[in-house]
């Protein structure tokens, strides 16, 4: 099954080889029949002009649901929501609201106290700070993350006095000395940094930092379909991989829907990874970086913060989470700047990935903005959805 989406130009226009579309097809179509994803929807420009919109696979994941999925079909975006808070916290430098080198115990008085007292934002926008990483980036089995500290911390909590509960304070209690390793030595992925930033937006601005990100990046570039809160027309276009997730749909459908989960009951920002989105909307999103800052008559950032935020960042810092041994880990402001052996695209190329799985890549030297979704249709985490996919795309250029 394959649906065709909006363009504004033919491949060949774009100087694209429209023939290696049909191979990124049929590479879709055999991960699903392998069962390693449960669909693909993608949309892929040049210079700003979308050449390739579409979708191949079922949206839902139970077999005796037929219905295709769709080129505008939604989907959490996970980490991706990392790039729009990033964008974020550099409009609030802009506006000199505050500096990169800020400790957040300036902004935060929970992190004004040793040893989070010389944490800055820099670090936090740049996996640096030495926090704890996520759960599964490293190998050991007794991890405690931030997320079960806030949540035993509430359960303890005076039921009268839990309008007053502190969960920044929470999460920073007894992961052993409050750090992996010293800050600054080593770049170990910390989506709960990413929260703490949500926390830094809300405190400068005095805006929810969801509500923040919505008016001035996300309305601003016209993404109609990019959101934190799922609507029920959202939730109709919604690619449905999982039980949890279908209930969870068919609450919003229903008008139904109950928060359960801790950081939705206390209204912590989910600036590491709570956005949904539609590909075209996140190609929006990437043009608008590309150029430098501005899309359509809409300023986001200015250009000299834009290319701030798309240079590498990072000098001799080695990586080694999921078993990686690199010695200068590529990383900009907010954007993954890696390459390697795998990857075909241009230097000073930037990107990022979300769990589960999809993927934002900006190709600056070929004005190349890509975005795809691939839910996995099992546990586990596939190169040929991601890196393949990568490869397959960029093939088309001439």
């Not at 190998?139 to 911390?153: H, P």
């Not at 006095?161 to 992961?175: H, P, Q, V, Y």
């Not at 830094?200 to 929810?208: N, R």
């Not at 109950?258 to 043009?287: A, C, H, M």
Request: charged share 25%; hydrophobic share 35%.
């Amino acid at each position: 099954m394959f649906t065709e989406g909006k363009i504004d130009c033919k491949p060949d226009d774009a100087g694209y080889n429209g023939q290696r579309l049909e191979v990124l097809k049929n590479h879709f179509q055999r991960l699903i029949d392998d069962g390693e994803i449960q669909c693909a929807a993608y949309c892929i420009s040049r210079k700003g002009r979308v050449f390739a919109h579409g979708a191949v696979g079922k949206k839902s994941f139970r077999k005796e649901d037929n219905t295709p999925v769709q080129p505008d079909s939604v989907r959490y975006i996970a980490s991706i929501t990392k790039t729009f808070t990033a964008v974020a916290i550099m409009k609030l430098v802009e506006d000199g609201l505050t500096r990169l080198d800020v400790p957040v115990g300036e902004i935060l008085p929970q992190f004004n106290t040793p040893p989070y007292n010389g944490v800055t934002i820099f670090q936090l926008l740049t996996h640096t700070s030495g926090m704890h990483a996520d759960g599964g980036c490293f190998e050991n089995k007794y991890q405690t993350n931030y997320w079960k500290m806030i949540e035993d911390a509430y359960k303890l909590a005076d039921p009268d006095k839990r309008n007053e509960f502190d969960w920044i304070a929470a999460s920073l209690g007894t992961i052993g000395s409050g750090f992996r390793v010293k800050p600054n030595t080593e770049w170990a992925y910390c989506s709960f940094g990413f929260t703490i930033l949500g926390a830094v937006i809300e405190k400068l601005t005095g805006a929810h930092a969801h509500q923040y990100i919505e008016d001035n990046i996300c309305k601003p570039l016209g993404l109609k379909d990019t959101a934190f809160d799922c609507s029920r027309e959202m939730a109709g276009r919604y690619i449905v991989s999982d039980e949890e997730l279908e209930k969870y749909i068919n609450d919003v459908l229903n008008n139904t829907y109950e928060p359960k989960w801790i950081g939705e009951k206390l209204k912590i920002p989910e600036t590491g990874g709570g956005l949904n989105s539609t590909v075209y909307d996140i190609v929006r999103f990437g043009n608008m970086m590309l150029n430098k800052g501005v899309l359509d008559g809409a300023r986001i950032i200015g250009r000299k913060t834009a290319e701030k935020m798309t240079t590498h960042a990072l000098r001799s810092i080695p990586d080694y989470c999921w078993n990686a041994n690199e010695r200068n880990r590529g990383y900009g402001i907010g954007f993954d700047m890696r390459n390697g052996i795998n990857f075909t695209f241009s230097d000073n190329t930037f990107m990022h990935e979300g769990s589960g799985a999809c993927s934002l890549y900006v190709d600056p030297a070929e004005e190349l903005t890509a975005a795809w979704f691939v839910p996995f249709a099992k546990e586990g985490w596939f190169h040929r959805a991601q890196y393949n996919t990568q490869v397959i795309i960029w093939s088309g250029l001439v």
